[in-house]
């Protein structure tokens, strides 16, 4: 080979070299942005989600206080204890100051309907603060504030009704946050123009007089600040638990059981695991026996429903036989729920024809075969005890005079219900309705004070308090 031909040999290599260079770095180059890309879109996607999940929490929880919003008004309405009417007043503010918080965070523009929509939260929770202090310094409401109270409550049922319209889109996925941006706007506007039409007290909140309420929540609230009164005092082993647990059953045996520890703050309960055959592995049974006492406090069986076949008259039925099975006397039916293709029973104990809140049971039954899948006796555990009730040192008359005279009473009884500091008030029970709607007004039967109402809500489904 000439000296010649060696240099063009060497120049076509370093050529060829020079090009797989420039390809090698391209390619380097390119997976390099695929990379960053790829990353880039995980971050968007991880943003989306986290937006979303802000979003739905927000939204839900909006929907939440407005539904209180629009329940406390009610009681308020039927309450004719001034006292109890600044404690729903000043949950109303409450409601309505969280209510306004989540609705700032949803992705909807910042248009006049949702500025609308916000003044009416804002109007709402301070008319009721100051209505709130108002009562708490004496003085009773007027006409006027009467009127415009029963205005805003209105429109909340009209806000409620809407927004559960699109909490309902929202959870079925027909309606994704990206529509809510446009869909939304559009119902805040229509559902705000009611709001331009109410004519708002004038009122201020100066929140640095803010009083100290003492609040009655709802009766299983009062539950976790209790020591146990209705067990024994004798503690049991852990395989005592076990014997009980199958005997509550009324198993003779179980291929498996399972114990699952010592857990529970007021009550400790031994907890077993029990699938009573081996070949349906599907079907376990989870029940907690008390350590003191040996008490069933509550019991789950996870078997699956199918379609109803029985109604909740039977399930009751079999709920009250399970009952007195159990040991359960003088148990009444209260609320119920139907769920699942179950019903959910809630039995009070009755003593000399006075009904005893706190001693509750929850019985669920499956609407299948009528069988007893659930069992909760913790509330009964908590307050059962030996009650010397007294006799009313108000007649029944005397009480109807410390009830609306709008609340149109349908029963009345004697009750005995839990208050949120954990103590229990002789009280009179009227059930009734106003305004279309159920309520149940307590008027303590020595004192004559209001001491809680709530509102019973009736549907397909069961009947409800809250």
Same mark, same amino acid.
């Given at each position: 080979?000439?000296?010649?031909?060696?240099?063009?040999?060497?120049?076509?290599?370093?050529?060829?070299? &020079?090009?797989?260079?420039?390809?090698?770095?391209?390619?380097?180059?390119?997976?390099?942005?695929?990379?960053?890309?790829?990353?880039?879109?995980?971050?968007?996607?991880?943003?989306?989600?986290?937006?979303?999940?802000?979003?739905?929490?927000?939204?839900?929880?909006?929907?939440?206080?407005?539904?209180?919003?629009?329940?406390?008004?009610?009681?308020?309405?039927?309450?004719?204890?001034?006292?109890?009417?600044?404690?729903?007043?000043?949950? @109303?503010?409450?409601?309505?100051?969280?209510?306004?918080?989540?609705?700032?965070?949803?992705?909807?523009?910042?248009?006049?309907?949702?500025?609308?929509?916000?003044? !009416?939260?804002? *109007?709402?929770?301070?008319?009721?603060?100051?209505?709130?202090?108002?009562?708490?310094?004496?003085?009773?409401?007027?006409?006027?504030?009467?009127?415009?109270?029963?205005?805003?409550?209105?429109?909340?049922?009209?806000?409620?009704?809407?927004?559960?319209?699109?909490?309902?889109?929202?959870?079925?996925?027909?309606?994704?946050?990206?529509?809510?941006?446009?869909?939304?706007?559009?119902?805040?506007?229509?559902?705000?123009?009611?709001?331009?039409?109410?004519?708002?007290?004038?009122?201020?909140?100066?929140?640095?007089?803010?009083?100290?309420?003492? !609040?009655?929540?709802?009766?299983?609230?009062?539950?976790?600040?209790?020591?146990?009164?209705?067990?024994?005092?004798?503690?049991?082993?852990?395989?005592?638990?076990?014997?009980?647990?199958?005997?509550?059953?009324?198993?003779?045996?179980?291929?498996?059981?399972? !114990?699952?520890?010592?857990?529970?703050?007021?009550?400790?309960?031994?907890?077993?695991?029990?699938?009573?055959? &081996?070949?349906? &592995?599907?079907?376990?049974?989870?029940?907690?026996?008390?350590?003191?006492?040996?008490?069933?406090?509550?019991?789950?069986?996870?078997?699956?429903?199918?379609?109803?076949?029985?109604?909740?008259?039977?399930?009751?039925?079999?709920?009250?036989?399970?009952?007195?099975?159990?040991?359960?006397?003088?148990?009444?039916?209260?609320?119920?729920?139907?769920?699942?293709?179950?019903?959910?029973?809630?039995?009070?104990?009755?003593?000399?024809?006075?009904?005893?809140?706190?001693?509750?049971?929850?019985?669920?039954?499956?609407?299948?075969?009528?069988?007893?899948?659930?069992?909760?006796?913790?509330?009964? !555990?908590?307050?059962?005890?030996?009650?010397?009730?007294?006799?009313?040192?108000?007649?029944?008359? *005397?009480?109807?005079?410390?009830?609306?005279?709008?609340?149109?009473?349908?029963?009345?009884?004697?009750?005995?219900?839990?208050?949120?500091?954990?103590?229990? @008030?002789?009280?009179?029970?009227?059930?009734?309705?106003?305004?279309?709607?159920?309520?149940?007004?307590?008027?303590?039967?020595?004192?004559?004070?209001?001491?809680?109402?709530?509102?019973?809500?009736?549907?397909?489904?069961?009947?409800?308090?809250?």
């Amino acid at each position: 080979m000439s000296i010649l031909g060696g240099y063009k040999e060497l120049r076509e290599r370093l050529k060829s070299v &020079r090009l797989w260079s420039v390809m090698a770095v391209t390619l380097g180059i390119l997976v390099i942005v695929a990379l960053w890309g790829v990353n880039q879109y995980k971050g968007k996607a991880n943003y989306h989600n986290y937006l979303t999940n802000m979003w739905h929490r927000a939204f839900f929880d909006m929907v939440g206080y407005v539904q209180n919003i629009q329940a406390l008004l009610s009681k308020a309405e039927v309450s004719g204890d001034d006292r109890q009417r600044a404690v729903l007043y000043t949950e @109303v503010w409450r409601n309505a100051f969280a209510a306004q918080e989540n609705l700032s965070q949803l992705p909807i523009e910042n248009n006049v309907a949702l500025e609308r929509t916000a003044k !009416y939260l804002t *109007q709402v929770g301070d008319l009721s603060f100051s209505l709130s202090k108002q009562l708490m310094s004496g003085k009773k409401e007027t006409l006027l504030q009467q009127k415009q109270l029963k205005k805003l409550r209105a429109y909340a049922d009209k806000l409620s009704n809407n927004l559960n319209e699109l909490a309902i889109e929202i959870s079925q996925g027909r309606l994704r946050w990206g529509e809510v941006r446009v869909v939304g706007t559009s119902r805040f506007r229509r559902i705000a123009q009611n709001v331009t039409s109410s004519r708002m007290l004038a009122v201020e909140a100066g929140f640095k007089d803010y009083p100290t309420l003492i !609040y009655d929540g709802p009766f299983s609230d009062h539950i976790s600040r209790q020591t146990p009164k209705g067990l024994p005092e004798k503690l049991i082993s852990k395989e005592q638990a076990k014997k009980i647990a199958l005997n509550f059953l009324n198993f003779k045996r179980a291929d498996i059981v399972n !114990y699952l520890g010592l857990s529970g703050d007021r009550i400790k309960v031994y907890t077993f695991e029990i699938i009573p055959d &081996r070949r349906i &592995r599907d079907r376990t049974i989870t029940i907690a026996i008390s350590k003191k006492g040996g008490k069933v406090i509550w019991m789950i069986d996870n078997r699956a429903s199918s379609s109803p076949k029985i109604g909740v008259a039977k399930a009751k039925e079999n709920a009250k036989k399970f009952l007195i099975e159990k040991g359960f006397a003088n148990m009444i039916d209260t609320f119920y729920l139907k769920q699942d293709n179950t019903a959910l029973i809630n039995y009070i104990y009755q003593q000399n024809g006075v009904k005893i809140y706190p001693d509750m049971v929850k019985v669920r039954v499956a609407l299948d075969t009528g069988q007893i899948v659930g069992f909760d006796a913790t509330a009964y !555990y908590m307050s059962h005890t030996s009650r010397k009730i007294p006799k009313p040192a108000i007649s029944e008359r *005397q009480a109807r005079n410390f009830i609306s005279k709008n609340f149109d009473v349908q029963s009345v009884s004697l009750a005995i219900i839990p208050l949120d500091s954990g103590k229990e @008030v002789f009280t009179y029970e009227f059930l009734g309705k106003y305004d279309g709607k159920y309520f149940a007004d307590y008027i303590n039967a020595i004192t004559g004070k209001e001491e809680n109402i709530l509102e019973i809500i009736k549907d397909p489904n069961g009947i409800l308090s809250m």
